[in-house]
C-alpha cells in the first residue's frame, strides 16, 4: 500500500508539479489551502505534509502551530515549502517543528529524494 502524501500549496503549479514528481510512488492528495488540509485530515492521516508557508487565510506557521498541538497530528512529520532563503524563518520552522525545507520552485528530483528520506524513516 502507498503512503500518503498531503501536498498543500495554494499555487495550482506547484500543486500540479509535486503530484507528478510523486504519484508513482506515493498516494498525493493535493490541497489549496490549511483550511482543506485539516478537514481532509479528520478523515486521512498522511505519513508527511507539503506545507506552503505563504498562503492567503492560514500560512503555513499557523497550520503547523496547530497540528503540533494536537495529539493526533502532532507526530505526522512536515516539510515546509517556501521561496524564502531566510535564515530566520528556517530556525523557526525548525524551532516548530519542520524536518525541512524545499525551496520553491523545487526540482521534482529534490522532491522525491526529500519526500524518500522522510517517508522511509516513518515506517
Known amino acids: 500500500m502507498l503512503k500518503t502524501i498531503f501536498v498543500v500549496d495554494d499555487s495550482d503549479t506547484n500543486l500540479a508539479t509535486a503530484e507528478e514528481a510523486l ?3 506515493y498516494t498525493v492528495m493535493t490541497l489549496p489551502s490549511a483550511a482543506k488540509m485539516f478537514v481532509l ?3 486521512i492521516k498522511p505519513e508527511l505534509i507539503l506545507l506552503d508557508i505563504e498562503m ?3 500560512n503555513g506557521f499557523e497550520a503547523l502551530q496547530r497540528l503540533k498541538s ?3 497530528y502532532m ?3 512536515v516539510i515546509f515549502l517556501t521561496g524564502s532563503n ?3 524563518i528556517k530556525a523557526q520552522g525548525f524551532e516548530m517543528g519542520v524536518v525541512d525545507f524545499i525551496t520553491k ?3 521534482p528530483s529534490v522532491l522525491q529524494n526529500r519526500v524518500r528520506e522522510v517517508t ?3 515506517q
Open 86 to 88: 531566510d535564515a530566520a
Open 70 to 72: 494536537n495529539d493526533v
Open 41 to 43: 485530515l479528520e478523515k
Open 23 to 25: 504519484e508513482q510512488h
Open 56 to 58: 492567503p487565510e492560514m
Open 105 to 107: 520552485p523545487f526540482s
Open 75 to 77: 507526530k505526522i512529520p
Open 120 to 122: 522511509e524513516g516513518c
